[in-house]
């Protein structure tokens, strides 16, 4: 099994899952992953990855080329266009189009790597990406769709965005960003039949926003809500996820670990990852001296310590933005705002625990019934990077049957409106004994 690669990494971390493995289980199969991955390296190494070789020895070879021929040579090999007749001469002994092959045939994040290198060391080497050739590239990457005022939205957006990394001090996430959108496919393929073809505005835009984790998600999500976006551009960036990764297995226990202290004794075992995105993430665990098992959300270290840059850079491209076309661009600053606004309570980890706190102490209390018992739970924050409650399996609404959404859906909405309009709730009810504002 060992000669599986990178999918016996992959069976190692769903096996740590699947066995729902303790701190020192997850720790020797997280040996047994880096072992192998070291193992990989070294037998590349000997046997030699071809197209890693290859792509590697034409490196310094692409350095001597004039900037005109190492753009060109850029766009030839994302598919834009055609071979030039100074490309077609220059690779003799197994042709161009092998390797526009060999970098199209690579996954998404292995294109953005390459790219990112070659731009560093050939066509942007010691330039800024805000430079002249990167604008010139910039606008090429936008001036594939037909509308001009499209292209002028995107092309702005894209070139403050820019300006605010670097004014934020954060070069290095330029390259990123530019490379991450070079590695789409091109807007206008020479494939007719390639489904990539006519790529969007709205898809440019939604990659730029993934690639600031918590926040970008959210304004793409506020940005639809506005309705102030053509309907092409919405449908697209109604999808805008959280592209950050799921925590392995070890890494969990490690966080843990970190915040609580005790080293392999923690006193819990992971039972189940349940989710989350950029802010934080959420599992269930076993308490091992009661069994009973425990709901908690972990908020991530490297977000706590990134937010402030991200909300820094988009601070800059939106007051360049309107420097440049305020009109327009105005109603944006009311987006991010709220995005940011967000971002930041959810940062108050103690505010989090509070508001819990006076949901199940104030707001919900007092609503029990013959039918339907209604509960917040008792949650505990620890070291301001932690919350634990007891876990509470959910369920779907969609899933019940008829009767019970009747009567869940009644008693919700009798709660919201109790909550939010007390008083006015209270007369209705004297006037009408029995009956349910709603």
């Not at 970098?103 to 800024?128: M, S």
């Amino acid at each position: 099994m060992t000669d599986l690669g990178i999918r016996y990494v992959d069976f190692l971390e769903k096996l740590s899952s699947e066995i729902q493995s303790n701190f020192d289980e997850a720790e020797m199969i997280e040996d047994a992953k880096a072992s192998r991955i070291l193992g990989g390296m070294k037998q590349v190494a000997g046997a030699g990855d071809k197209r890693i070789k290859m792509l590697n020895a034409i490196l310094p070879y692409l350095k001597s080329w004039s900037s005109k021929n190492q753009y060109e040579f850029l766009l030839y090999l994302r598919g834009s266009i055609a071979a030039t007749p100074f490309i077609e001469k220059q690779f003799p002994a197994f042709g161009a189009e092998r390797m526009r092959k060999i970098y199209q045939g690579l996954p998404l994040n292995a294109k953005i790597g390459t790219i990112r290198l070659y731009l560093t060391e050939t066509f942007l080497a010691r330039k800024e990406v805000t430079s002249k050739d990167g604008k010139k590239l910039m606008k090429y990457l936008i001036d594939q769709g037909d509308d001009e005022e499209v292209k002028d939205y995107a092309g702005l957006m894209l070139e403050s965005l820019l300006l605010g990394l670097e004014q934020a001090g954060n070069k290095d996430f330029q390259f990123d960003v530019l490379s991450a959108l070079i590695a789409m496919a091109p807007n206008k393929s020479l494939d007719k039949n390639d489904p990539d073809r006519n790529k969007s505005v709205g898809e440019t835009l939604k990659l730029i926003l993934e690639q600031f984790p918590g926040i970008g998600p959210k304004i793409g999500q506020f940005l639809v809500a506005t309705n102030l976006l053509e309907d092409g551009i919405n449908k697209v960036l109604v999808d805008t996820q959280d592209k950050t990764l799921p925590p392995k297995w070890y890494e969990m226990y490690t966080d843990l670990e970190s915040i609580i202290g005790g080293g392999h004794e923690l006193g819990f075992d992971i039972i189940k990852f349940l989710g989350g995105g950029g802010v934080k993430y959420s599992f269930s665990a076993r308490e091992k001296k009661t069994g009973e098992v425990l709901a908690m959300q972990v908020f991530r270290n490297d977000f706590q310590n990134n937010a402030d840059v991200q909300i820094e850079v988009l601070d800059y491209a939106i007051k360049d933005l309107i420097k440049k076309d305020g009109p327009r661009w105005a109603f944006l600053q009311v987006v991010v705002n709220s995005a940011i606004r967000r971002v930041q309570r959810e940062k108050r980890v103690a505010r989090e625990a509070m508001k819990t706190s006076l949901a199940r102490k104030g707001l919900y209390s007092g609503f029990n019934d013959d039918k339907i018992k209604v509960a917040v739970p008792i949650q505990e924050l620890i070291n301001n990077r932690l919350l634990v409650s007891r876990y509470a399996k959910g369920g779907s609404f969609m899933r019940m049957s008829k009767e019970d959404q009747q009567i869940v859906g009644q008693k919700i909405l009798r709660m919201e409106a109790e909550i939010l309009y007390p008083e006015e709730f209270k007369q209705s009810s004297r006037q009408t004994k029995g009956s349910s504002l709603v």
